[in-house]
């Protein structure tokens, strides 16, 4: 495959959906190739029906394991559907969330283990993996902060309702995940403006789009 996988993590409230607009026009003013923006949980359309049951916070009866499973299910039929052919026709694909997720919130945060649940996406997803990860690390009260004053408006999904206790063994899953694969992720500290964290984003990717 040609393309270029690029995926973005980390924990609720790090500020993933703004970096991911910023790197957007920066891409497209960069290079002619073509470049496909998606995310997780969803990407397609029948993830994104998924996703809807997997967020939906009436659903408190959700087993963890029945949790992780959907998970990789809509992950399966996103990558099939759409980041496998783009990434094929040799376009770059910018995603965020994926794989790296699953293993720290379902395998770490749920406490299922992160050897159990990167099984299950191995099955879902086959040999695919990042080519980059870029990791907005901040801290669990200050992200759930975040959150609160911007979905101040609007409903918290059922993960995002989870107490800083889940949130901080999520990180704990990043930390190793990090620890074990330094070359795929780079961390950027995500504590600071927008559009510095767009800066250090971009001067990791730039050289990486030739
Ligand atoms: P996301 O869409 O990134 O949140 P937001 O709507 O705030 O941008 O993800 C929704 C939630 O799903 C988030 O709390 C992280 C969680 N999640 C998992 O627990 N496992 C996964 O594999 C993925 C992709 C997301």
Redesign the pocket.
């Known amino acids: 495959m040609n393309g270029l996988f690029i995926t973005i993590e980390g924990p609720?409230g790090a500020g993933?959906?703004t970096l991911v607009k910023k790197l957007q026009t920066a891409v497209a003013a960069e290079t002619k190739r073509p470049l496909v923006i998606t995310?997780?949980?969803g990407g397609s359309e029948i993830a994104e029906e998924i996703r809807d049951i997997?967020?939906n916070p009436l659903h408190t009866k959700m087993d963890a394991r029945t949790e992780a499973l959907l998970?990789a299910a809509g992950r399966r039929q996103h990558v099939v559907e759409k980041i496998r052919p783009a990434l094929e026709r040799g376009e770059i694909v910018l995603c965020?969330?994926?794989v790296d997720?699953?293993v720290a919130?379902?395998g770490q945060?749920r406490g299922i283990g992160m050897d159990k649940v990167i099984a299950i996406n191995a099955f879902a997803v086959e040999d695919l993996k990042p080519d980059i990860t870029l990791y907005l690390d901040i801290a669990s009260d200050e992200g759930l902060k975040r959150?609160k004053s911007k979905h101040s408006n609007r409903k918290q999904?059922r993960?995002?309702l989870e107490e800083i206790t889940f949130h901080e063994k999520v990180r704990e899953g990043y930390e190793q995940l990090i620890e074990e694969d330094p070359n795929r992720f780079s961390r950027i500290d995500a504590s600071q403006v927008p559009a510095k964290v767009f800066e250090d984003a971009w001067a990791i990717l730039k050289p990486r789009l030739k």
Do not use: N, V
């Open positions: 609720d993933k959906s995310r997780e949980p997997i967020l998970l965020d969330r994926f997720s699953s919130y379902q945060g959150i999904d993960l995002e």
